[in-house]
């Protein structure tokens, strides 16, 4: 009997310590399930967005509305500041035509109809009135040619200057943007004493870095077309220059 009884407790206490071990290995095993069953979570743009300064949402719908004009403009500069439209050919043909026959009025009367108005005819026909209303036209018109010339050239550069203003303004507004967003990162991490956790972090900083890339996304290609259709103006202006001083060079030898 006392062989049983001194052996009872070595027993109960073998048992105890098998039982403590195998409780972290089950703990361990639920862990691993935990965390198996939790779904990936992985935050998305919009998500991001909500979750940052409710600002950043305005901004960020003042860039998208930048893209949006930025476009339309895009078109309608690339429909427009082109040859065809600034110096057309058939226009051209036709005005040498006249000019070298002395038919000065006929010129006039061709510029006036409003199916042939560009940049050409105008300054032609700015040309053609110098010549008239002076006695000494034929030596003046090459100052009217100029003068309309710098002019019509100055309402080009003036409507491109739209996407100068865009592609300034969108990254301003998208580091406007960061800055929103890592100040609301900033009061959460105030807010629960320095130890928030990084979930409630990411809305702020993804806003940040969102803004940001959408304000570089819109002013990047806003800023090329800006430089290209400024060099186009330029270069066309240059080519109508010489063309038109060739058209009307018949006004100066009729005055010598």
Excluded: W
């Excluded at 095993?29 to 991001?48: E, F, G, Q, Y």
């Excluded at 000065?104 to 199916?115: G, L, M, S, T, W």
């Excluded at 991490?189 to 969102?210: H, K, S, V, Y």
């Amino acid at each position: 009997m006392i062989g049983v009884s001194s052996c009872l407790p070595a027993r109960v206490a073998a048992q105890a310590d098998d039982s403590t071990k195998a409780e972290p290995a089950s703990d361990v095993a639920k862990d691993s399930n935990s965390i198996a069953d939790k779904p990936d979570r992985k935050p998305t743009l919009v998500r991001m967005l909500l979750d940052g300064n409710p600002m950043g949402l305005v901004i960020v719908g003042l860039i998208l509305a930048l893209s949006l004009i930025s476009s339309y403009f895009i078109i309608v500069f690339a429909t427009t500041i082109t040859r065809g439209r600034l110096i057309p050919d058939h226009a051209m043909t036709e005005l040498e035509r006249m000019l070298a026959d002395g038919e000065i009025n006929a010129a006039v009367e061709y510029c006036h109809r409003p199916e042939n108005y560009s940049l050409a005819t105008e300054v032609i026909l700015a040309g053609i009135k110098r010549f008239q209303s002076s006695e000494f036209g034929f030596a003046e018109y090459r100052s009217a040619v100029e003068e309309a010339g710098e002019d019509h050239t100055g309402r080009l550069y003036r409507k491109t200057e739209v996407l100068n203003v865009i592609g300034s303004i969108a990254p301003m507004l998208g580091l406007t943007g960061t800055v929103l967003g890592m100040i609301e990162a900033f009061n959460t991490i105030a807010a629960r004493e320095g130890m928030a956790r990084p979930e409630e972090l990411a809305g702020g900083i993804g806003q940040a870095l969102i803004t940001t890339l959408l304000g570089l996304i819109v002013a990047i290609p806003t800023m090329v077309a800006f430089s290209f259709f400024r060099n186009k103006i330029d270069s066309l202006v240059s080519e109508a220059g010489k063309r038109i001083e060739r058209i009307m060079s018949p006004l100066g030898r009729k005055g010598k």
